[in-house]
């Protein structure tokens, strides 16, 4: 069966059981819209676009994976900002013809990716399209803490990262010579593994600025070096690059420390702490912030640091 065969209100009647409910939600699918509760009086709110082709790859991922992305990558950006996720809403455009069964493993993967941290997509819209297109909003609440920006790292700062990184680049480059292994790297391209819970975690520790690695560590600092006024400094030796990441990596001729640099999709946490902060596993201290402008990795600038949605 296709989504075409049900209709827009029997793949509604198939999808809405599959996405579950949470304790922020007080009135979920089937009306003009969603209810959550907001106890803290203050709303997070990120959205992102997926675009098939661009952002994903049928071939290399399927349904369930990437209904886990839409939501991780968005969950994401809501624990970066020190809070705790509430609710998700949901756009899907597709062809007439897709399977049903594909619509429904979708639903699964965003069900189960936000079940991670205790919430449920409470929302959404569908249309008809040529290709596949997906929305995603996710909403967070701060439980009364100030938001964790960009614009607060001061010279002294630690520089720290939590969650993986390069393991997603290094999927991408295996998946783009067609080969399938190893198969931890490819997983970590088709699923990311944000750590959600460091994310509010550290705005209780004492973070002064935090983003989710979406384009790249040295852009994303980047972005915090610029709103904050200072410059990061990396220490290339601080890194870990897995043995499987290695050997990837030498099979392709290339350096692993340009993964962990440079490539994004990981969704890990780079955060800037207060000089002295005692910082917990998983967090891992890489850098620290200083007097100047933009990033150094061990004190020269790195060549193409980052992703650029508007470039090749």
């Not at 990837?248 to 800037?272: I, K, N």
Request: hydrophobic share 45%; glycine share 14%; with cysteine.
């Amino acid at each position: 069966m296709t989504v075409s065969d049900t209709g827009e209100f029997g793949l509604l009647a198939r999808i809405v059981p599959r996405l579950g409910t949470s304790a922020a939600t007080l009135l979920g699918p089937g009306d003009d819209a969603a209810v959550l509760s907001a106890a803290d009086g203050r709303v997070v709110a990120t959205t992102d676009l997926l675009l098939e082709g661009r952002h994903f790859r049928q071939d290399w991922s399927g349904p369930y994976d990437i209904g886990r992305k839409a939501a991780a990558q968005n969950l994401a950006d809501v624990v970066a900002m020190g809070a705790t996720p509430t609710g998700l809403l949901v756009g899907l455009g597709c062809p007439a013809d897709t399977p049903l069964e594909w619509a429904e493993q979708f639903a699964d993967g965003l069900r189960d990716e936000a079940a991670l941290v205790g919430v449920a997509v409470v929302g959404g819209d569908m249309a008809r399209f040529s290709s596949i297109v997906i929305s995603v909003t996710a909403l967070g609440e701060l439980h009364g803490l100030p938001p964790v920006t960009r614009s607060g790292a001061r010279a002294g700062d630690l520089v720290a990262v939590a969650g993986r990184l390069g393991w997603s680049a290094g999927g991408y480059a295996v998946l783009s010579r067609g080969f399938r292994t190893p198969r931890t790297l490819v997983a970590a391209h088709q699923r990311p593994e944000p750590p959600y819970a460091c994310g509010p975690a550290a705005a209780r520790l004492g973070a002064t600025a935090m983003c989710d690695v979406s384009d790249g560590l040295v852009a994303d600092l980047g972005h915090i070096a610029t709103a904050s006024g200072v410059r990061i400094d990396l220490d290339s030796r601080a890194f870990r690059i897995s043995g499987q990441m290695s050997d990837a990596a030498q099979a392709l001729g290339v350096d692993p420390l340009r993964w962990v640099l440079t490539g994004g999709e990981d969704h890990a946490l780079a955060a800037t702490f207060p000089a002295g902060t005692e910082l917990p596993e998983p967090w891992k201290v890489v850098g620290r912030v200083a007097e100047g402008e933009g990033v150094l990795v061990d004190g020269s600038v790195y060549p193409h640091s980052g992703y650029d949605h508007f470039q090749r």
